[in-house]
């Protein structure tokens, strides 16, 4: 069985930063991408960012890029997400998923199979 678990949300002021982590485990995930979706109240799930699990594919949505960085770590079977400048707009719930590496569906939830129970961000301004 697998399963999936962020930390690292909390509280920060608009401009500082935040490391997310997503520890997965279960099988093996050598060939497998990680997304990060976040969903703020009143709004629809909407993608972040997608790391391969050897850290050698990273693919950011738009509102993120310059901003986040996603890498991983092998060894522990995470997954991390770095974020700089924060803007109140980033304020959500943040979800990591597990999904095949398609990356032509990357930004879509439908591809994920796993996913971990979410961390809230929220940013001040």
């Known amino acids: 069985q697998v399963h999936v678990v962020e930390s690292g949300g909390g509280l920060v002021q608009a401009g500082g930063s935040l490391r997310l982590s997503c520890a997965a485990s279960?099988?093996?995930?050598?060939?497998?991408?990680m997304g990060w979706f976040r969903q703020a109240p009143g709004k629809e799930r909407e993608f972040v960012a997608a790391?391969?699990?050897?850290?050698?594919?990273?693919y950011y949505a738009d509102s993120v890029k310059g901003r986040f960085v996603g890498s991983s770590d092998k060894a522990k079977n995470t997954v991390y997400l770095q974020m700089n400048s924060l803007k109140p707009e980033d304020t959500a719930v943040y979800y990591c998923?597990?999904?095949?590496?398609?990356?032509?569906?990357?930004?879509?939830?439908?591809?994920?199979?796993?996913w971990g129970q979410g961390t809230q961000v929220t940013v001040s301004s």
């Open positions: 998923a597990v999904g095949p590496l398609r990356p032509e569906y990357i930004s879509n939830a439908t591809l994920y199979d796993y």
């Open positions: 279960g099988r093996t995930f050598s060939s497998y991408v």
């Open positions: 790391i391969s699990w050897s850290g050698g594919w990273r």
